[in-house]
């Protein structure tokens, strides 16, 4: 008996510290993740530009227009707003903003993980046979859209200082913004090289057409404009869910108003109640029970859409580049849109479309796209003094793991 | 309707279970086997010095299966004896063991009266070494601080493990992050040099690796549950701590950061009743701390108003006893406790059974089963506009975010399901032999459901608004094995040998789903399906492994010499795909000086001792897999985004240590321990975070890359200065000093915690504050303030752990049962960020603030910061200078969270209490005979502290205890002051 009880623990001895090694690595796998090498399948494609459109969306294009919103006029951060907790948000309200701001992390890291896997997309397209040749076209319009769109961002809304717009790829130097648009047109060159549908190529366009308006070249942004999107088409935009909710609904508006809206937009509607179509509002009560606020309501639900572009924004682009040359052209451009929502023709006070009226009007129009602090700086009308951020920094986590840059 | 009968069928298992506990006594009493021709041996235990009884001293017959434990008044009985010479052996915690010879006659009765004297150093007490190690204190290598729980329980009441242990073992502080019931703490185990992971211990109970992580689930803004909470205090027999890889080596990988070592409660023969019953009842109450007042914040009234007292009901039955067959340990406890805030809510039920079966000399078996049902409700608090204190301490006007009824109906609750057992056969083939095998699993289910009744207003959060519920469950399960196999050998009279080989396999699954929808018609029918909208769905699982080999061995020379030498190899599903496997070595020498004849004999003990040690720490589970993709749903989908980038190369961080020790017993009325550590850490995981414009920013890719070193001093004093029949005194001071560095991070950039303060940073502390800083006020031409003058550089502000940290304990018994128990400790070198000042300058409930603001001007007649009747200064005079020189240091800007990095040394009166023991007064009232021992004691806990901290509690971190952030105090909860009535009646 004594002999079997230690023959057994001697095997059982032996028996373990034969199998350490075996028994660590066989594990079950995981469930909730997957890895890379597995994804090299053109069955994966449609999994990949999902999340690319996924990505894109949050906390990319809804943070940063949001964010955008509240350094330019059109949004602002009162603690006495019931809920306005965060002061991240105040501080770019105030455009004194500290490098370290813990709201522009996200929109920031994930906007380089965009531009990382859009361009990571078209390599593994490369290595991969494709049965099915309109996937393929399909996933390199993607990757080239989301791509320029990626580079498009850095150059409009980021800065290396208060100033100076422009951006940065993969920890290498500072490319400013004027350099960056060029990347960003190249990407969308070839989206319309491989653009499957009609409509997609007129979105591209009028993509194009707003890159180089913002860049100042009138000629090419006509050129395209005129390619661009026309009424009816589905504006490019990011979708959302319950689960994956808009910022602007989540933060900015009914889900929690951490940024209120520009109490001239509640005057637009005061002054045109008609203009509370593309101008909904609701109010909020101050915490000293004086004080009333408004919350955007253009975003009412966790899944409203965010439009990226719009025909209604290429009419506008079209409109600011007759102003001078057409301007009754410019005006048909801007009523047009303006009956899309169901609102009256405008008449411009002295009979002439002036350009503060196309910018009243780009102000309504394209509220909280992110087109504000883009025309604030296009045309003098910053709204905070010198010294002030006027774009959003690029933040010091990126400066400190960027040899190019403090 | 699936649940409900699965939860009838675990009601009826818990019933059987019940049943069969509560009955196994009388079970074990009848298989007990009766000898034919028989003799007796009776006699007492007492104090040598003292004359006391020492109730509950175990007195065992030396080679047989006989003996039992002394009664109340120190007498023992020993029945049917086989007549025979036997050497009887009396032991009892603290003193030293005493062996007499005596002869037992067939129908007679042999009468021996042992007189023990007192170990201060407890160096007769066998300690734990290694894995399949032990020792006594006396011949130990390195330092281990224990706990003889019994000695605390007996009287006093712990709710957790963290109350017990606070205090009370030098180089051990417990650093709990709030004062809500169940809420999770932090060992801090020596100097806390590693640098990966949450720098936490590894806990075994019984043998069985145990979890010790804190479940967040849906957030109430920062608090988790600690899984510890489960544990009763009552149930547990000692705590010893291996304090880091000089002892802990061949505990491998996961050790770097210690051991801790718990043991419950086990049956001791007892042939007086069979079975010796302990029943303890405690009446308690927790009671706010500290009281804002109106000098620093505006809404201290309503804040106090959030306050209220919370009742405590614990029952402890157990029942132990058994024959040298067979011996048992079972209780029920029930605690139902309820914390300073009424969502503050812990009802835990435990039940126990132990179980030790010695078929004969050579075969022991035992299992040891708990299982608890620990029900827990967490107010909103920390980072939750939600909060009770958020809505209190913050704004001028209180529930500013939130309506009070609405916080009021918040439901979250968390139910945890919780068995850790373990079982072990352990033979000795051969006497020189011994070899164990064990088995141990934690099994720890959670349910876990937050409602937000849509009946109240969460306005203007629209999604809580409209009724949200969410439902999340995690599963663990963490099995244990081990074998081993452990020699002693005598060589000649003066040389030992032993050795010890053996390995150890982990186990360990998670599991977890949630479920979060929102937009119900009514709080009426709350269940899932009555939510129309889904906010989230979740599912995760891991699994991962550990394997280990380890062998030591160990030779002494005439009971003087002490050297051993270890060895241990391990594997990990963490460290890599192929198996990487990784050795740790380790040795020590431990020398008896006080057997040398030059030594005067005042000393009863003098030892050095010097051991070295490694081991490591583990990478996360998944960081060997370059770049893991993960689903994301959105709006267009369920799509593939980045889930983590990791390093294929990576190996687990690897600790050596030192430790220097030199221990002493003196005038057999004084002891004193001291060791010195030096750690150093290479390979240290550094979590790099590449330039997010590299797109690689789905969690930090680790590389080995970090070195880091730590020192400190540990110390424990003991003295008993008076000791009589009358009157007793021994006093404990401890001691720790501890410093570390972080020397490389291989080009890392710092790395920063979530709110970018805690950094870990080259020539820097670990988890130091490390900011810019405020120096002064600018001012324009005119002499007006015109905001902070700040550093161009951010500079070191000092650490959230404490750097010193030391415990004064004193035991006084008068009149023989009335005794004195005081506890207190403090901490220096403590710095916590008061993030709650800042938010309340912030929202303008700050007095400070907003009467400077107001005199310099900043704060006019109608800004809701503006003070009535204060004077604005002029500008260009002292007087203004002066006050705006104090505003900047107010200013709220996150790039200046440093103007709220505050000194958090303390100073607690953490425990007294006052106990009375029937002891004389029973045999009097002829309750003797059956009432072994009545107990009454009034205690109380956290009675009075002195800090510099200006928020209520320096003990506290708003995230939980084991992130990256710490020292945080954000809404966080103060810890409550204790009362407790306690009876214990032992039959």
């Known amino acids: 008996m004594k002999n079997l009880i ?9 028996f373990l510290i034969s199998v350490c090694a075996d028994f660590v690595e066989d594990v079950d796998p995981l469930i909730s993740s997957v890895e890379d090498e597995l994804l090299t399948d053109e069955s994966q494609i449609p999994f990949l530009i999902t999340g690319i459109k996924v990505r894109f969306a949050n906390p990319v294009h809804d943070n940063l ?16 707003v019931p809920d306005a907790t965060d002061p991240n ?44 040749a309109q996937l393929e076209n399909q996933a390199r319009y993607v990757a080239h859209l989301y791509g320029g769109i990626t580079r498009y961002l850095y150059a409009t809304y980021f800065s290396l200082d208060e100033t100076t717009p422009g951006g940065v790829i993969d920890a290498g130097p500072f490319i400013p913004a004027a350099e960056m648009y060029e990347l960003a047109l190249e990407k969308w060159q070839d989206a319309l090289r491989f653009a499957v549908t009609p409509a997609e190529s007129r979105v591209v366009s009028s993509l194009i057409a707003r890159l180089y308006l913002y860049a100042g070249d009138a000629v090419q942004a006509r050129a395209f404009a005129e390619q661009g999107m026309v009424a009816g088409d589905e504006p490019l935009q990011s979708r959302y869910s319950t689960i994956s909710p808009n910022f602007f609904w989540e933060n900015a508006g009914l889900g929690r108003p951490q940024l209120v809206v520009d109490q001239r937009f509640f005057a637009y509607g005061q002054a045109d109640s008609s203009e509370r ?3 909904p509002l609701s109010e909020i009560m101050g915490s000293d029970d ?113 040899p190019f840059i403090d | 309707m699936g649940g409900r009968i699965a939860s009838n069928a675990s009601s009826h298992r818990c019933r059987i279970l019940a049943v069969t506990i509560l009955l196994f006594p009388f079970l074990v009493d009848l298989v007990s086997p009766r000898p034919l021709v028989s003799g007796r041996i009776v006699g007492t235990v007492k104090d040598a010095a003292s004359d006391k009884s020492l109730a509950g001293a175990n007195v065992v017959l030396q080679g047989t299966k006989l003996g039992t434990a002394a009664g109340f008044d120190g007498s023992f009985r020993i029945a049917r004896v086989p ?25 007679e009765v042999a009468k021996i009266d042992f007189e023990l004297r007192q170990d201060f150093f407890r160096g007769e007490e066998v300690i734990v070494t290694g894995i399949a190690s032990r020792t006594s204190r006396a011949n130990s290598p390195v330092s281990v601080s224990r706990i003889q729980v019994n000695d605390f329980t007996k009287t006093n009441s712990y709710q957790n493990l963290t109350q017990l242990v606070n205090g009370k073992l030098a180089g051990v502080s417990v650093q709990p992050s709030s004062g809500n019931v169940a809420s999770g703490f932090r060992f801090n185990v020596r100097s806390g040099t590693g640098l990966t992971g949450s720098g936490q211990p590894v806990i075994y109970l019984d043998g069985a690796r145990i979890e010790s992580s804190d479940y967040f689930g849906f957030g109430v803004g920062g608090q988790g549950t600690s899984l510890l909470a489960d544990l009763n205090p009552e149930e547990i027999e000692t705590i010893e701590v291996l304090k880091g890889p000089a002892a802990a ?56 108003q959030v306050f209220s007292s919370g009742n405590i009901v614990q029952n402890s039955l157990s029942a132990s006893g058994g024959t040298q067959l067979l011996r048992y340990f079972t209780s029920f406890d029930s605690r139902v406790e309820q914390g300073i805030f009424r969502q503050s809510r812990m009802n835990r039920k435990s039940l126990r059974a132990n179980l030790t079966a010695v078929p004969n000399k050579k075969l022991t078996f035992r299992v040891n089963t708990n299982h608890t049902y620990n029900r827990t409700n967490r107010p909103h608090n920390d980072n939750s506009a939600k909060g009770l204190l958020a809505n209190t301490v913050l704004a001028p006007q209180p529930y500013n975010f939130t309506d009070s009824t609405a916080i009021a109906n918040i439901h979250s609750e968390v139910r945890s399901n919780h068995f850790i057992g373990s079982a072990q056969a352990q033979y000795l083939p051969l006497t020189t032999l011994t070899t164990r095998i064990a088995v141990g699993i934690d099994e720890n289910s959670i349910e876990h459901e937050a409602f937000f009744p849509v009946e109240f207003d969460y306005s203007p959060d629209a999604r809580l608004d409209a009724g949200f519920r969410s439902v999340r469950a995690q599963h663990i399960t963490l099995f244990t094995y081990s074998i081993d196999a452990a020699y002693r050998l005598a060589l000649g009279s003066d040389w030992r040998i032993s050795g010890v080989v053996g390995s150890q396999l982990f186990d360990r699954r998670l599991r977890s789903t949630a479920t979060e929808k929102f937009d119900f018609l009514t709080s009426l029918v709350h269940a899932l399906g009555a939510g129309r909208q889904l906010a989230g769905v979740s599912e995760g699982f891991e699994h991962r492994r550990e394997a280990g080999i380890f062998a030591e061995a160990g030779l002494a020379f005439r009971d003087q010499y002490f050297f051993s030498a270890r060895l241990r190899r391990d594997w990990a599903t963490a460290i890599g795909r192929q198996a990487a496997t990784i050795a740790y070595p380790g040795m020590s020498l431990a020398v008896r000086l006080d057997k040398y004849d030059w030594l005067p004999r005042t000393f009863g003990l003098l030892k050095t001792r010097v051991a070295y040690g490694e081991t490591g720490i583990l990478p996360d589970l998944r960081d060997a897999i370059p770049v893991l993709w993960g689903p994301e749903e959105g709006g267009e989908g369920v799509g593939a985004v980045i889930s983590q980038i990791g390093n294929r190369a990576i190996k687990p961080e690897r600790v050596k240590e030192i430790e220097i020790g030199l221990d002493a017993e003196f005038q057999n009325k004084y002891a004193i ?73 291989g080009g890392a950039q710092p790395l920063f915690d979530g709110n970018n303060i805690n950094v870990i940073k080259d020539g820097l502390p670990k988890h130091e504050f490390y900011k810019q800083v405020v120096e002064g006020a600018l001012f324009n031409e005119d002499g007006t303030y015109a905001g902070p003058r700040i550093s161009e550089t951010r500079v070191a502000l000092g650490n959230p752990i404490p750097g010193h940290h030391g415990s004064f304990a004193l035991n006084l018994r008068l009149l023989n049962n009335l005794g004195l128990y005081v506890l207190t400790d403090w901490a220096t070198g403590h710095k916590v960020f008061n993030r709650t000042r800042r938010f309340r300058a912030i929202f303008g409930g700050d007095s400070e603030h907003n009467r400077l603001g107001t005199q310099i001007g900043l704060y006019q007649e109608g800004n809701s910061k503006f003070v009535e009747n204060v004077e604005s200064l002029a500008p260009g005079t002292s007087e203004y200078e002066a006050a705006a020189t104090r505003f900047a240091r107010l200013e709220t800007s996150s790039n200046i969270n440093s103007n709220w990095i505050e000194p958090a040394d303390f100073f607690k009166l953490r425990e007294l209490s006052l106990n009375y023991r029937f002891h004389d007064l029973l045999p009097k009232l002829g309750l003797a005979n059956f009432l072994k021992d009545l107990q009454v004691t009034f205690s109380g806990r956290n009675l009075w502290t002195i800090s510099r901290y200006s928020g209520p509690d320096p003990e506290v971190n708003f995230n939980g205890s084991f992130g990256a952030i710490q020292g945080q105090d954000f809404m966080t909860s103060q810890h409550p002051r204790v009362y407790n009535l306690a009876f214990r009646f032992s039959l």
């Open chain 2, 673 to 745: 321990e001291l060791t010195y550590y030096h750690q150093k850490v290479s390979d240290a995981l550094i979590r790099f975070r590449d330039a997010p414009s590299t797109g690689k920013v789905a969690g930090l890719p680790p590389i080995n890359i970090g070195q880091a070193h730590g020192s400190g001093f540990e110390l424990l004093l003991h003295a008993a200065p008076v000791e009589s029949r009358k009157v007793d005194l021994n006093m404990t001071l401890t001691g720790s000093w501890r410093s570390n560095e972080v020397d490389a991070l």
């Open chain 1, 89 to 132: 948000l105040g501080e770019i309200d105030k455009g004194q903003i500290d490098l370290n701001n813990g709201a522009l992390l996200n929109p920031f890291r994930f906007l380089g993980e965009l531009r990382f896997v859009t361009d990571a997309l078209l390599v593994r397209i490369e290595r991969i046979d494709f049965t099915d």
């Open chain 1, 65 to 80: 227009m949001a964010l955008a919103a509240a350094l330019s006029d059109e949004m602002f951060f009162d603690t006495n």
């Open chain 1, 277 to 279: 179509v593309r101008l």
């Open chain 1, 290 to 402: 004086q004080t009333v606020y408004y919350r955007q309501t253009k975003y009412p639900l966790p899944e409203s859409p965010l439009a990226f572009m719009t025909w209604e924004e290429n009419e506008l682009i079209l409109a600011e580049l007759e102003l001078t040359t057409n301007p009754i052209s410019a005006l048909d451009r801007i009523n047009r849109v303006r009956a899309s929502h169901g609102l009256a023709a405008f008449v411009p006070e002295t009979g002439v479309l002036t350009l503060d009226d196309l910018m009243t009007e780009r102000d309504k129009e394209l509220w909280l796209t992110g087109a504000r602090m883009v025309d604030q700086n296009r045309f003098g009308l910053w709204h905070l003094p010198e010294g002030h951020w006027r774009y959003l920094p690029i933040p010091q986590e990126e400066r400190n793991a960027n």
């Open chain 2, 249 to 304: 080596a061949s505990y491998g990988t996961s050790g770097a950061n210690g051991v801790v070592l718990i043991t419950t409660k086990h049956g001791r023969p007892s042939e007086d009743t069979g079975v010796a019953i302990d029943y303890k009842l405690v009446l308690g109450v927790n009671q706010q701390s500290y009281h804002y007042r109106e000098s620093e914040m505006i809404s201290a009234r309503a804040a106090n």
């Open chain 1, 6 to 14: 230690m023959i057994c623990f001697l095997s059982g001895l032996i």
């Open chain 2, 83 to 107: 007549p025979g010479t036997y050497s009887v052996i009396a032991t009892f915690v603290g003193y030293h063991k005493q062996s007499v010879s005596i002869q037992v006659l067939a129908d």
